[in-house]
């Protein structure tokens, strides 16, 4: 467990999250205009979103399905009966002065969600509720110089807001959560958890409390982190900030905080003695949303593999580590390239590749795993000329970043460069003997003794063999012409 060491001792941070996830639909959650990123601004609104007078809203089903199918995909309790109230509060954004939200009863109530650390352990978080809501509009301030614009494109999206019990205990475990939820909300396909576009945003929570302590201290709440290292980043801060003014002698209070990506630093915004009052009251627009139990189980039976099974069959089938698992699995297309990748080959070695040579060159290139430019029957190619033995460990590399870089397939680099690698016994043999005598005085200090210049050997004989003598094989005949072997 990772504490906050201050002036008096240590201390334990408590944090809960807010997840607001859009959800993935056509239409928006009460109308049919498009929910399509992107659009010329006020070019998606229907008369509900802009709250004409005397518009109904209707609610949109297919809303209601995704935020089943999440609650189910969060083994949560899936409420039979839901409510959708108005939350009122006066924004330049927000035409009907009320945003509709569900407050008393959510559509989803208790569920867990399993976090992945990085030394391989996972904790389980509690959901407190899932309640389905309306997204406001935009205020674009930028765009002139003594005006506001509102861009109402936004306004009456569906948005799921995931709440967490307060069961985080460090910024590595709230960064896991937010990347599992991602996990989870894409392999379902109900929210692209896409943060710069802003499908997913993500309110902080956080209080410190000594260690040991069992009761929660007064927490702040940082209003709409934008990204993962920002929410790592808040409450870090935060924690620090925290800390110092109770070492102080001070009290924390209550209060909404912004995060400030530029300085590095969260700063008041409003105070809880300034907190709205909402006045929820049951939309009288919307009857009381009832929900057919055999449809919810038609949602169940139509889920995919969720994260957390595909990670299990991933250690017991293909004997990876908790860990690399984990990582495969974060995504659904990486899981299923690694799949295709592994059928019928060493799935280790496997995992390497894809999680090392590959991500690490697709981080390079700024694109995921869907545009790489080598696809899964290519590095499955690669991976085949190593085990035949046409390319050594050190060989294929060289090969893989000409891939990358061409696009070719590795059969046909090989061909094309001459890459294969070099096991003709006479040829080493005679490279071995022109390395040895050239070497004559190394050679002679090796035989008195100086055993590590054998490295240096084998670097003469790989150089001049440009790279492609098969290692073992120099290993074996150079002992032998050393008189060694
Ligand atoms: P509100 O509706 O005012 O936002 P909630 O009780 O719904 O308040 O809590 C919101 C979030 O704050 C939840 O994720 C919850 O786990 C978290 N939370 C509540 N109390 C604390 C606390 N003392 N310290 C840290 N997080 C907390
Ligand atoms: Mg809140």
Redesign the pocket.
Known sequence: MSYVQGRTGEWER?????VHAQVTAQSKLFSGASTVFGAAPNTQVSSVDAAFPGMLPVLNRFCVEQAVRTGLGLQAQINLTSVFERKNYFYPDLPQGYQISQFQHPIVGKGELAIDLADGTSRTIGI?RLHLEQDAGKSLHDQGDHATFVDLNRSGIALMEI????DLRSAEEAAAYVKKLRAILRCLGTCDGNMEEGSLRCDV???MRRVGVTT????C?IKNVNSIRFVAQAIEYEAARQVEVLENGGTIVQETRLWDSAKGETRSMRSKEEAHDYRYFPDPDLLPLTLDPAWVETIRQSLPELPDAKKARFVSTYGLTPYDASVLVAETATAAFFEEVAKGREARLVTTWVTVELFGALNRLGVGIEDSPISAHALGELLDLMADGTLSGRLAKDVFAVMLETGQAPGRIVEERGLRQVTDTGELEKAIADVLVASADKVAEYKAGKDKLFGFFVGQVMKSTGGKANPDLVNKLLKKGLGVG
């Open positions: 408590v944090i809960g999250l807010e407190t709440v967490s019990e307060p929570n956080l209080s929660l201290g007064t927490r709440e």
